[in-house]
T-cell receptor, first 110, second 111 residues
Framework: SQQGEEDPQALSIQEGENATMNCSYK?????LQWYRQNSGRGLVHLIL?????REKHSGRLRVTLDTSKKSSSLLITASRAADTASYFC??????????FGSGTRLLVRP | EAQVTQNPRYLITVTGKKLTVTCSQN?????MSWYRQDPGLGLRQIYY???????DKGDVPEGYKVSRKEKRNFPLILESPSPNQTSLYFC??????????FGPGTRLTVL
């Protein structure tokens, strides 16, 4: 079952611009995680935000979490061509199970 | 280096020929799981294990088996593979529900 739904499904931006991806989910969560995947390769963990946190930063990444709206956003600032990838949000409940959304495909044009 | 390894990375097989995809982690994690990734469907959990000798079904367990005899290993077994099991498979491990570490993936094609 899919819990997180990403929006938009695809995003194309110019290098240097900011990219914002949104994720909505349906049930209570323990934490929410964002992953990056390059063209059918492995998943790289980007950032984890816990249910009692509202915002978190890591380098050029900024994640927000609104548990009242059951939504999260991932902002990538000053994007680079190397950021081109698919981005997935995944929610985890107390059983550690991750439920993934269908992802946002980001294309950063040089 | 902390990592999750999977083997093989690529496999082409025929319907009905039993196969095993191995998964091993070196982080002493208790929780391990298997996911499959299909276009348009994202990643879906197949099976998970909370500890040695403790396994349970995920969202799409039909056609798969797992075992957890040792903490570090969590093999995925397809007793009689079918074409609808053609997919990209990922093994993952975590401790205490924190960051999940994923293996590099196994691309399986069943003819």
């Amino acid at each position: 079952s899919q819990q997180g739904e990403e929006d938009p499904q695809a995003l194309s931006i110019q290098e240097g611009e900011n990219a914002t991806m949104n994720c909505s989910y349906k049930t209570s969560i323990n934490n929410l995680q964002w992953y990056r995947q390059n063209s059918g390769r492995g998943l790289v963990h980007l950032i984890l935000i816990r249910s009692n946190e509202r915002e978190k930063h890591s380098g050029r990444l900024r994640v927000t979490l609104d548990t009242s709206k059951k939504s999260s956003s991932l902002l990538i600032t000053a994007s680079r061509a190397a950021d081109t990838a698919s981005y997935f949000c995944a929610t985890a409940d107390s059983s550690y199970k991750l439920i993934f959304g269908s992802g946002t495909r980001l294309l950063v044009r040089p | 280096e902390a990592q999750v390894t999977q083997n093989p990375r690529y496999l082409i097989t025929v319907t009905g020929k039993k196969l095993t995809v191995t998964c091993s982690q070196n982080m002493n994690h208790e929780y391990m799981s298997w996911y499959r990734q299909d276009p348009g469907l994202g990643l879906r959990q197949i099976y998970y294990s909370m500890n040695v000798e403790v396994t349970d079904k995920g969202d799409v367990p039909e056609g798969y088996k797992v075992s957890r005899k040792e903490k570090r290993n969590f093999p995925l077994i397809l007793e009689s593979p079918s074409p609808n099991q053609t997919s990209l498979y990922f093994c993952a491990s975590t401790e205490a529900g924190d960051t999940q570490y994923f293996g590099p993936g196994t691309r399986l094609t069943v003819l």
